[in-house]
């Protein structure tokens, strides 16, 4: 039987059989407690992929880490199992520590530190299961209490902006019943679509961007880019309060990170109706056109530069 100091160094490469021999937890499935139930092991591994559980798995631009629960046939639940007790330990403040698999059937592991859970800890999405049957997923999300780049190389430096051209996302396939966030998503989708669409009949030329972070394999993608008007584009499914805010930190995020590869543009928030007054005086106060759509088209509302 073989230990190893618990818990490993964050960025440490360990064999899975040897953290479950220290911590005596499971080698099988991706999430297990171990150390008697008081903490608990979650893994990434290839063949995954034969339950659908690679679909949705790995690093978010945000620095979160998505994570597809256990079940391989059949819907996934929340209520029982692993993943029930996963969210069960989160809420009691057990650790969970993250494993990622170094390469595609590697006996090693990578650890990357203690993780919770976010505060909407879980969505439901599509996957197929092992018979390759379409099914409901649980895709958990966690977030590092340590920073630790598992895609970190030094090639990605100098990797460029990459600019395409824009076409309309689909809003076809979000009608889930177990998924409010699918729909949300789908409405963000359809929005994007027609003030896309609605820019064109301008004669304006819209594009899709990508910005790599330096250091990072991460991209970011804004939503839109209005190249005649030279504005980066969140838009977002409400112009409620959580909503606005979360568009302004990625906006400014993404005229950051572009100003810094050299392309110069001007932030902008698209919802589908106005925040209140004094959100839309904050966009204004910062610099932030807000964009809202109207019965008959979009209405701007450009920040006040006198």
Not at 20 to 26: A, I, L, Q, R
Not at 68 to 81: F, H, L, R, V
Not at 152 to 170: G, K, Y
Request: with cysteine.
């Amino acid at each position: 039987m073989s230990t190893i100091p618990w818990p490993p160094m964050l960025g440490d490469e360990v064999s899975r059989k040897d953290v479950c021999d220290t911590v005596k937890g499971s080698r099988q499935g991706g999430i297990t407690s171990c150390r008697n139930g008081s903490e608990f092991l979650v893994f990434t591994s290839s063949g995954g992929e034969r339950y659908g559980l690679d679909k949705w798995e790995g690093w978010n631009p945000d620095g979160t880490f998505s994570y597809t629960g256990q079940g391989t046939t059949g819907n996934q639940s929340i209520e029982k199992g692993n993943n029930k007790s996963l969210l069960e330990a989160n809420k009691s403040g057990k650790p969970i520590h993250l494993f990622s698999e170094t390469a595609p059937d590697s006996a090693l592991h990578r650890y990357l530190g203690c993780v919770i859970l976010a505060d909407t800890p879980y969505r439901w999405d599509r996957a197929p299961d092992v018979n390759g049957d379409d099914r409901d997923v649980v895709v958990f999300t966690f977030i590092p209490l340590e920073s630790v780049d598992d895609n970190a190389d030094s090639t990605h430096s100098h990797r460029a902006v990459s600019v395409d051209e824009w076409t309309p996302p689909s809003s076809d396939g979000f009608e889930r019943s177990a998924s409010a966030g699918g729909r949300s998503v789908r409405e963000e989708h359809r929005l994007q679509a027609d003030f896309g669409v609605w820019l064109r009949g301008k004669g304006n030329l819209v594009r899709r961007i990508q910005i790599p972070i330096p250091g990072s394999s991460v991209i970011l993608e804004p939503d839109l880019i209005d190249e005649t008007e030279r504005l980066v584009i969140e838009a977002k499914v409400s112009g409620a309060r959580g909503y606005v805010r979360t568009a302004i930190g990625q906006v400014l995020d993404y005229q950051h990170l572009l100003s810094q590869h050299g392309h110069e543009y001007s932030p902008a928030v698209l919802v589908p109706f106005p925040p209140s007054d004094d959100l839309i005086s904050l966009l204004d106060a910062i610099g932030i056109t807000l964009i809202v759509q109207v019965p008959n088209g979009f209405e701007y509302h450009r920040p006040n530069t006198a």
